[in-house]
């Protein structure tokens, strides 16, 4: 006989909580939140550079990088314009909820009108993950096969 234990709980719950808690900052202090995720290389720093010089003419604009090592995408973001936090994820492939939380503690929220988050470089992780931003953008690089959407639907 084959007992099963039911789960009452998603594995994600306390991840997902954390996210509605993200939300529920960024709602109050009247800020609009991006999630940009792409495989490395597919071009989201680049059109964070290409977009500050636009958006910044009439929004206030704060960047969220995650890379697994250095500060490179976070500088170039600060280099364009936007105020820029970096967290490093020590070899995680994919930003969740917690770490958003601790890097929006270094932003006072109430000071932009954008939140840019530029997750880790991948595209199976990121998308499982909630942040409890309002959308979340995929970038997809034609060089790297114009199939990406269908080969990963979670993004």
Do not use: W
């Not at 989201?44 to 990088?65: C, F, N, W």
């Not at 500060?71 to 917690?98: E, F, K």
């Amino acid at each position: 006989m084959t007992k099963r234990i039911p789960v009452v709980e998603k594995i994600m719950s306390a991840n997902d909580q954390i996210a509605l808690e993200n939300r529920s900052r960024i709602d109050n202090d009247g800020v609009f939140s991006i999630n940009l995720m792409a495989s490395p290389g597919a071009g989201k720093t680049s059109l964070i550079e290409r977009m500050m010089p636009v958006l910044a003419k009439s929004m206030r604009i704060a960047v969220i990088d995650g890379d697994v090592a250095s500060s490179i995408d976070a500088d170039r973001a600060a280099a364009a314009g936007a105020t820029a936090v970096q967290i490093n994820t020590g070899g995680t492939c994919h930003l969740d909820a917690v770490m958003l939380r601790g890097a929006l503690d270094e932003l006072d929220l109430a000071q932009f009108d954008l939140l840019i988050v530029e997750n880790v470089g991948n595209l199976i992780c990121p998308a499982s993950f909630k942040l409890g931003v309002h959308k979340s953008i995929l970038i997809a690089s034609v060089p790297e096969g114009d199939d990406k959407p269908y080969k990963y639907p979670g993004m």
